[in-house]
Every structure is written in structure tokens, then in C-alpha cells.
């Protein structure tokens, strides 16, 4: 009797570990999309970016390729006060 019912209970140890398995693999899964989605986006705003730069024909042009670049602008070096200042 003893050995049925500790069959009985590895048995559904067994099984609630398979559904949890499936459950972290379903995570898993969706994560790995949501992943590639964003690095999609990324890859295809640098290539609209590479597009841009490529047809710029002046400094202004230029610019315009990187707009949250010139937004984040506080004055003379940026924001943080890196990069080049102007001359």
C-alpha cells in the first residue's frame, strides 16, 4: 500500500514538474520574441538612420538624421557638457 501511494505521489510530482517546465519554456519563448521584436525596430531605425546620413547633402541635413541627438542639447557640449564645443 505504501508503494502505490508513493507511486501515486512521485507521479504527480512528475507531472506538476512537466508543467511548470512547459510554463518556464512558454516564458522563455514569448521573452525571446518580444527580444528580437525590439532588436528588429533597433535595426531598421539604424537603417533608416544609415539612409538618411548617406543622402545628407549639408550639416544640416546631417542633423536631421539624428533628431534626439540636437533635442538633448542643453548648450555648448551637450548636455552633460561632453563632446565638442563650438569654436
Known amino acids: 500500500m505504501k ?3 508513493a507511486a ?8 506538476s514538474f512537466a ?5 518556464e519554456q512558454q516564458r522563455f519563448e514569448e521573452l525571446k520574441q518580444r527580444t528580437e521584436r525590439r532588436v528588429q ?3 531598421a531605425d539604424l537603417q ?6 548617406q543622402n545628407a547633402q549639408d550639416p544640416e541635413a546631417l542633423r536631421a538624421c539624428f533628431p534626439q541627438r540636437a533635442a538633448g542639447r ?3 557640449g551637450g548636455p552633460n557638457g561632453s563632446g565638442p564645443k563650438p569654436q
Request: aromatic share 0%; charged share 10%; net charge positive.
Open 3 to 5: 508503494a502505490i501511494v
Open 8 to 15: 501515486g505521489a512521485l507521479a504527480i510530482g512528475l507531472v
Open 19 to 23: 508543467a511548470l517546465a512547459q510554463q
Open 41 to 43: 525596430e533597433r535595426i
Open 48 to 53: 533608416g538612420r544609415l539612409t538618411c546620413v
Open 74 to 76: 542643453a548648450g555648448p
